[in-house]
């Protein structure tokens, strides 16, 4: 899972994801594909792409606030507390103030 935040986070390509986390391309897409799956499944009457006339409204609400273009939406960031991983990364992932490991979801 962790692999899936990693790549889903900073957006790397397989080949660099696969050499910093020291994991099979073919493996790390196995993984990305079940979370993905699994948070579109479990949050499906959560989150959700606006539809019709709310699409346009929310692109121009974005244009008019921050001068980004075709913007359709945004998530809001929430700590989801985790085991503490064991990767070489397992520092990315401690939060001084709630102490304890973390992703922002």
Same mark, same amino acid.
């Given at each position: /899972?962790?692999?899936?935040?990693?790549?889903?986070?900073?957006?790397?390509?397989?080949?660099?994801?696969?050499?910093?986390?020291?994991?099979?391309?073919?493996?790390?897409?196995?993984?990305?594909?079940?979370?993905?799956?699994?948070?579109?499944?479990?949050?499906?009457?959560?989150?959700?792409?606006?539809?019709?006339?709310? /699409?346009?409204?929310?692109?121009?609400?974005?244009?008019?606030?921050?001068?980004?273009?075709?913007?359709?939406?945004?998530?809001?960031?929430?700590?989801?507390?985790?085991?503490?991983?064991?990767?070489?990364?397992?520092?990315?992932?401690?939060?001084?103030?709630?102490?304890?490991?973390?992703?922002?979801?």
């Amino acid at each position: /899972m962790v692999c899936s935040i990693y790549k889903l986070a900073h957006g790397v390509n397989f080949p660099i994801c696969s050499k910093l986390l020291a994991m099979g391309k073919s493996t790390i897409y196995l993984v990305l594909h079940e979370v993905v799956y699994t948070i579109n499944k479990i949050f499906k009457n959560l989150i959700s792409w606006p539809k019709g006339d709310d /699409m346009q409204t929310i692109m121009t609400d974005f244009y008019d606030w921050c001068g980004l273009p075709s913007v359709q939406g945004a998530i809001n960031g929430r700590h989801v507390f985790i085991a503490k991983p064991s990767t070489p990364f397992v520092k990315d992932y401690y939060h001084h103030k709630t102490s304890g490991h973390n992703i922002v979801a």
